[in-house]
């Protein structure tokens, strides 16, 4: 079970930390990741780790602002937010264990409820 928070009504140029709680004892066995929805449109991909935190990827409309990590020690997974755009408001979703494995991230088998980012301008 994955369980999001962090989300909330932030301006422009702010910043925001997400965190994923996971429970179970597999955690580190998992690569992990951030999916997002805008109203409108269709889910997609954020950022993604990989098992023991060594590998990260992100989408090219995040990487440079936001940044993924992780705790195992925790069973906690983060989102670093920083420099938001309006752009960015979404509900994020933490998801576990790709779909495709390690470099394909268009889904996950294993989904939290979301957490509602809003960036005002």
């Known amino acids: 079970q994955l369980q999001a928070s962090g989300g909330g009504l932030v301006q422009a140029g702010g910043s925001l930390r997400l965190s994923c709680a996971a429970s179970?004892?597999?955690?580190?066995?998992?690569?992990m990741g951030w999916f997002r929805q805008a109203p409108g449109k269709e889910r997609e991909f954020v950022a993604a780790?990989?098992?023991?935190?060594?590998?990260?990827y992100y989408a090219d409309s995040v990487k440079g602002r936001f940044t993924i990590s992780r705790d195992n020690a925790k069973n906690t997974v983060y989102l670093q937010m920083n420099s938001l755009k309006p752009e960015d408001t979404a509900v994020y979703y933490c998801a576990a264990d790709f779909t495709g494995g390690w470099g394909t991230f268009l889904g996950a088998n294993y989904w939290g409820k979301g957490t509602l980012v809003t960036v005002s301008s």
């Open positions: 179970g004892r597999t955690f580190s066995s998992y690569h």
């Open positions: 780790i990989s098992r023991r935190g060594a590998g990260t």
